[in-house]
T-cell receptor, first 112, second 114 residues
Framework: DAGVTQSPTHLIKTRGQQVTLRCSPISGHKSVSWYQQVLGQGPQFIFQYYEKEERGRGNFPDRFSARQFPNYSSELNVNALLLGDSALYLC???????????FGPGTRLTVL | GENVEQHPSTLSVQEGDSAVIKCTYSDSASNYFPWYKQELGKGPQLIIDIRSNVGEKKDQRIAVTLNKTAKHFSLHITETQPEDSAVYFCAASRVTGGGNKLTFGTGTQLKVEL
């Protein structure tokens, strides 16, 4: 079975631009979470969606938004990019609300 | 909110030795504690987890222990091999009907030397 997939793999943007990152969960998984991992640190929680509803939001500004589609895939949008948004963005999926989370390979975002 | 501290930040062991990584958490309501292994250029891989109603869990060379009273949990790797070299993260979560966000530690760079 395919694991969590994310696209694109790498992305380079300039300050002020907007970016959309995509995630497809493991088949059958209905919950998707997004995390930001800055180099040398642990992942930081951004959003969690379950059955297309937001179930949690981390301490990130309103420039960050997300949504989950009927097929359970998800998009993370970041507006007005800052240099500090440069990071690895990870998507994790899980079967239900309280089960194990499995991570994708991430999207490496570089903001110049 | 939850805060997770992880030690050591780097750990170097000889092949065949054991490795221990320790984490403490602050929220007594946390009830789920996974450990992830992250290799260079990859996403974190779940290697073992433990729930608060269990004190110890073992899977081949990997074991995790949990002390709810002291609010700390540890990862034990026995008979280490070069392929165990990676960054290991602990995490804590309160699993509720509303979901569960993982709060991660800062990671431990494990190096297994030949």
């Amino acid at each position: 079975d395919a694991g969590v997939t994310q696209s694109p793999t790498h992305l380079i943007k300039t300050r002020g631009q907007q970016v959309t990152l995509r995630c497809s969960p493991i088949s059958g998984h209905k919950s998707v979470s997004w995390y930001q991992q800055v180099l040398g640190q642990g992942p930081q929680f951004i959003f969690q969606y379950y059955e297309k509803e937001e179930r949690g939001r981390g301490n990130f500004p309103d420039r960050f938004s997300a949504r989950q589609f009927p097929n359970y895939s998800s998009e993370l949008n970041v507006n007005a990019l800052l240099l500090g948004d440069s990071a690895l963005y990870l998507c994790a999926s899980k079967l239900g609300v309280g089960n194990e989370q499995f991570f994708g390979p991430g999207t490496r975002l570089t903001v110049l | 909110g939850e805060n997770v501290e992880q030690h050591p930040s780097t750990l170097s062991v000889q092949e065949g030795d054991s490795a221990v990584i320790k984490c403490t958490y602050s929220d007594s309501a946390s009830n789920y504690f996974p450990w992830y292994k992250q290799e260079l250029g990859k996403g974190p891989q779940l290697i073992i987890d433990i729930r608060s109603n269990v004190g110890e869990k073992k899977d081949q060379r990997i074991a995790v222990t949990l002390n709810k009273t002291a609010k700390h949990f540890s990862l034990h790797i026995t008979e280490t091999q070069p392929e165990d070299s990676a960054v290991y993260f602990c995490a804590a979560s309160r699993v509720t009907g509303g979901g569960n966000k993982l709060t991660f530690g800062t990671g431990t760079q494990l190096k297994v030397e030949l």
